[in-house]
């Protein structure tokens, strides 16, 4: 009691400041639904008055306080879009959050199954054959040879030029170069332009700078790879079935820097 | 002081107490008990290597022979954890090859592990038994040749789903000719061949040998002479299920070395299966306690006539091509199941399939009356089928489904399917896994907090309305460990609420969520006991507004202190800036020594 005393001596910013180890008591964590939806882009939201130190506190149970909270229009923070699930509207997508590209496309991480579990169907049939014709049937199924991935990623490390954090790619899930170029395109684009921008995260309006030219050296970026052999090599040269079996590692280099990328016999690991 | 039993009693007694949580109780009565416990603990489970430091583990147990090791968290496994992220065991090893000579057996699980480590292991610890990588990647056939010239008692060698730069299959040739101790070897994760003669001697003169699990790269027409050298298996492996045309004699050769293991109770395997070959299988059905056919692409039909004749099945892992109709033959079966795990057979493809429903789900609880462990996706459920389970089978106590589009409501009533998983909590007490999907708000997670108070792990995706969701769980869940969350609109409110809940748990994964970067600051700075790490892969936090929302949040408990090993995408919260740039280098250094 002292304490709320004291509180409403001391000035606000001293307040903020000032841990509070107590329940919230009279002060409303929900205050207004108008605070509320303005709580998670509040750039003075006073966060020590929520913290609890103590033991677990219970809400006050207003529920109709939380339901504005996630339909904020007013985004100066990363844009999200979160719709209200409304139990008789059908199901609604939700935008994955935390995808700065706007490209829509597979959820990453979802279903959430292990990616040697994925492309199975396709890596042979979609579907098992009627039992049958077995002779039939066991030319599709067995069409591969032992080698091959039976929907097991083969996934390759892939660095890019100006972007410190690596990926990795399932070459499984390609059948060509072409296909290959848009994924890397893809992959890279929303992170390039992140790298570019600079401290603030709102107004990602621009548009991202397409990644284009990989393979013939038009572009800014040229997609190169290491073997099995440790030799540098251009991507495109061989067919994709031998590509694939001896790519290691992939690398985007900026076309400009080409010439000074030795080719060919491995000098240095290829740094990251 | 304790007066009762000398130390000797005591130290006889504890020697019987196997269980860790048995010694971790006994070590909370009292000093000397505590003392006594320590200096005899053989077995460590640490559920976070992060969670305290290699050094204070070993001193405080000298008589160390075995370890398990958990790294990165749980999501790891889809992908959402960059590469880099952590979880080395490199410092673990090293500190043990200095002080714990007498190490015998390493067991990790979603860890980083160089072929420098299984160097080290290979020649630091010269008793070493049993080496267990689970889900683990950084080494190739390098780091085993390593294990297999140097370790001469080795038991065990299992790299289950473990992703290895397989750059020759020749490794198996360095386990010597006078090495004849293999137990288990699990090498399903290699994606080429190995040397099969090398394996096929191997085999051949290790007598103890139980457990052979091969890669699908071993053909089918090697399995037959494979088996022969090791008759005495109780769990296999196969490799290829197939070739590439049917050969009768392949078939019979089949059928006679099956039907030589009279001890086999386990089968796995069964890449790319051809249904003719199938019936090989048919003499040892009856013994079968386990099958795993999660990779085999085969028709529901045939699947029913293999486990048909399983009666003795324990566990099955399928495709969802098995189908309600062939759950309802397994539900007519398997009495005996305990554990269903029903894989999708094409998870980006999100058209209704009328094959496998909640139905078939529901079949199999009605059959199955000892069914406890499920994990089950598809593309449909009700409130009804989960209420009926909910009723039906009270001791269910691990239940994971997933229904594969994000917000799918009841698909009979349109209704979220709260009410359906507020039966399951409140029926089935003993719960302590439970995976939710489908639309839900707040209210089933209230319902979780008010009955779940078993649980230990929750995990939960694109879910909820509010904070309230979280701190109904946070404050409800009295036994939660971990709890993982994706894209939900919980925030800032919930976790600083429940801040204190946090130092009772292994560890928190918040990731698409609306917690902003100041919470988490201020949640690090407030909380020492806890690590609160942020990662973002778009550049650091602290040049965005604090009300930003962070991408991903870690937040687990530790003795150790804020890591030293993170990549430059990863921020430790409360960390004053002095320290930053200590950390920054030595974060780059660990991640160029783990290239």
């Known amino acids: 009691m002292n304490e709320m005393t004291r509180n409403e001596r001391e000035s606000s910013e001293e307040r903020k400041l000032e841990l509070r180890l107590a329940p919230p008591g009279v002060e409303n964590w929900f205050n207004t639904s108008n605070n509320n939806k303005q709580r998670a882009y509040d750039y003075d939201y006073d966060y020590e008055s929520k913290l609890s130190l103590g033991n677990f506190l219970h809400f006050p149970s207003n529920k ?67 039992p049958e014709s077995h002779t039939q049937q066991h030319n599709k199924v067995a069409g591969k040879k032992p080698i091959d991935n039976f929907g097991k990623g083969l996934f390759v490390k892939i660095n890019m030029d100006g972007v410190p954090i690596g990926r990795k790619v399932d070459l499984n899930a390609y059948d060509s170069y072409q296909n290959l170029s848009s994924a890397v395109d893809e992959l890279f684009r929303g992170l390039l332009k992140a790298q570019r921008d600079s401290s603030s995260c709102r107004g990602n309006k621009e548009e991202e700078k397409v990644i284009s030219g990989l393979l013939d050296g038009s572009g800014e970026y040229t997609l190169v790879y290491e073997d099995n052999e440790g030799d540098r090599m251009l991507v495109g040269d061989v067919p994709w079935h ?31 | 002081m304790d007066h009762s039993f000398p130390q000797k009693v005591l130290e006889h007694l504890f020697s019987f107490i196997d269980s860790n949580k048995d010694r971790n109780a006994i070590s909370l009565v009292s000093k000397s008990w505590y003392e006594i416990e320590r200096r005899s603990r053989k077995k460590i489970f640490i559920g976070n290597c992060y969670a305290v430091s290699p050094t204070t583990v070993i001193k405080r147990f000298p008589e160390l022979r075995s370890i398990t090791l958990k790294g990165k968290p749980h999501f790891a496994d889809f992908n959402l954890v960059p590469d880099g992220w952590g979880g080395y065991v490199y410092t673990w090893i090293e500190a043990m090859a200095v002080s714990v000579p007498l190490l015998e ?18 020649k630091s610890f010269k008793n070493f038994k049993v080496l267990v990588l689970i889900s683990c990647e950084g080494f190739s056939t390098d780091g085993l040749e390593a294990i297999a010239s140097n370790c001469r008692n080795l038991k065990e060698l299992n790299l289950q789903e473990s992703e290895v730069e397989d750059l020759s299959g020749d490794w198996l040739c360095y386990f010597p000719d006078s090495y004849t101790s293999l137990v288990s070897l699990n090498i399903s994760c290699l994606n080429n061949e190995v040397n099969l003669s090398a394996l096929e001697a191997l085999l051949g003169r290790c007598p103890n040998l139980q457990t052979l699990c091969l890669n699908h790269a071993v053909p089918l027409d090697k399995l037959p002479s494979l088996l022969s050298q090791c008759p005495q298996l109780v769990e296999l492996g196969t490799g290829v299920y197939s070739t590439e045309e049917m050969h009768p004699d392949v078939l019979s050769s089949l059928i006679t070395a099956f039907s030589g293991c009279k001890q086999l109770k386990s089968l796995s395997g069964f890449w790319n299966v051809l249904p003719s070959y199938l019936p090989a299988l048919y003499p040892i059905c009856s013994r079968l306690t386990s099958l795993n056919l999660s990779y085999a692409i085969i028709q529901s039909s045939d699947i029913v006539k293999l486990i048909g004749q399983c009666p003795n099945l324990l566990r099955l892992w399928v495709l969802d091509y098995i189908e309600d109709v062939g759950l309802e033959a397994v539900a007519a079966s398997c009495k005996d199941l305990q554990e269903l795990r029903v894989f999708p057979s094409d998870p980006s493809c999100l058209e209704l399939n009328n094959a496998l429903t909640e139905r078939g789900l529901v079949s199999v609880f009605k059959g199955c009356p000892k069914l406890q462990s499920v994990l089950y996706f ?64 707040d209210r089933v997670f209230e319902y979780i907090g008010t009955h779940a108070k078993k649980l230990e792990m929750l995990s939960v995706a694109f879910a909820g309305d509010s904070d309230l969701g979280l701190h109904y769980v946070l404050s409800g869940c009295e036994n939660l460990r971990k709890l993982e969350i994706r894209d939900c609109p919980f925030g800032d409110e919930a ?50 507004p604090d009300s930003c929302p962070v991408e991903k949040l870690y937040i687990y408990r530790s003795i150790a202190g804020p890591r030293l090993d993170m990549p430059g995408f990863v921020w430790t919260m409360g960390d004053d800036s002095s320290r930053k740039l200590e950390l920054d280098v030595a974060g780059v250094e660990a991640q160029f020594r783990n290239l």
């Open chain 2, 378 to 441: 598809c593309r449909q459920m009700s409130n009804a089928a989960l209420s009926a389970i909910a009723q039906i089978r009270p001791n269910l106590t691990r239940f994971r489904l997933c229904i594969l589009e994000p917000h799918t409501p009841d698909y009979l009533t349109l209704q979220p399917l709260d009410s359906g998983f507020g039966a399951i909590v409140e029926h089935c007490k003993d719960l302590q896994r439970l995976s939710l999907s489908g639309l839900l708000t």
């Open chain 2, 105 to 122: 057996e390493i067991r990790l699980k979603r860890m980083v592990v160089t072929d420098e480590s299984l160097e080290l292991i290979a």
């Open chain 1, 242 to 272: 031998m590509f694939v079996s001896t790519v290691k590692r992939l690398r985007v280099l900026k076309s400009t820097e080409l010439s000074a990328f030795t080719l060919g016999t491995k000098q240095d690991k290829i740094p990251t």
């Open chain 2, 495 to 544: 976790l600083l609420a429940n801040a204190a809940k946090l130092e009772t748990m292994r560890s928190l994964w918040m990731s698409s969520c609306s917690v902003s970067y100041g919470a988490c600051k201020l949640l690090g700075q407030k909380m020492p006991k806890l690590n609160v790490e942020v990662i973002d892969e778009s550049g650091p936090p602290d040049s965005r």
């Open chain 1, 64 to 130: 109709a306080i939380v339901k504005g909270k996630e339909s904020s229009s007013s985004q100066t923070c990363c844009p999200k879009s979160v719709e209200l699930q409304n139990g008789d509207n059908k199901v609604t997508a939700v935008s994955n959050t935390s995808q700065k590209r706007t490209a829509p496309g597979p959820v990453v991480g979802w279903p959430p199954i292990r990616s040697f579990r994925k492309n199975l169907a396709t890596s042979s049939n979609s579907k098992p054959s009627p």
